[in-house]
C-alpha cells in the first residue's frame, strides 16, 4: 500500500505549482498519467507552455480548455488540446506507448452508481467536491483505483498529505469526509462528493470504452 501511496505521489499534479490554478486542470493531468495518456515523468505546465500551445492559441484559451467545463472550453479541450497532449511532439507531453491507437475523449456524466461502477472497472474518476455542509462544488478531486482495487484520494491542492486512501465501502452514492491537503490548510476534510454530482474520466470516443489505471 505505501508502494502505491508514494508513486501517486508523484505523480500528483498540484494546482498552481505543476500547472496553472485550476484545480480540474491538474485533477484531469493527474488521470490522464494514470492512464498512460500523458508521459509520467511529466506535468501540465510542461504542455502549457510548449511549442505547440505558443503556436496555437493563447495561454489563457489552453488553460480555460484544461480547467473549465463549460460546453464551449469541454470541445476545445476534447476537439484540439486533449489531441495535441496525445499525439504531437510539439506539446511536450506525449507518451512514449499510449494506451490506445483511437482518438479519446475527457467525457462528464452526474450519475453516482455509473461513476461507481467505473471505479469498479479500474477507471480514474475526476470528482467534484465540497467545503461544507451545503455541499456546492468549490474543488475537484482524483480518485485512482489501484491494481488490488483499493481507492485513493488524489488532491491538486498545495500541501500534505496529498494522496490519501479511502474506507474500502467508500461509494459516491454516500456523502464521505476525507482529510487530505486541504485538512493541513485549515479549510476542514473535503466531503466526497458534492452536489449536483459531477464526474469526469478519459474513453476511447468512437467505442466509448474507458480508459484504466495502468502500472497502479
Known sequence: MADVQQKLTQLREVEGVTGPLYCLASAKFLAGKVVGL????????DFIHSRWARRNGSIIQIKAAWGHCN???????????????????EGNVKPLHPPT???????YLNNAHTADHLLNQGVPVVAGVAWSDDLVRTHFITIV??????????????GEPGVVPLPDAFTFTKETRVDSAMSRAGVGPIIVPSRPYLFGYYRERESEAPLTASGV
Request: glycine share 2%.
Open 145 to 158: 483505483p489501484d491494481s488490488s482495487g483499493k481507492l485513493w484520494e488524489v488532491d491538486p491542492w498545495e
Open 71 to 89: 460546453h464551449d472550453s469541454v470541445k476545445d479541450f476534447n476537439d484540439r488540446v486533449l489531441k495535441a497532449s496525445v499525439q504531437s511532439d
Open 101 to 107: 491507437t483511437e482518438a479519446v475523449e475527457f467525457v
Open 38 to 45: 500523458f508521459d509520467t515523468a511529466k506535468h501540465l505546465s
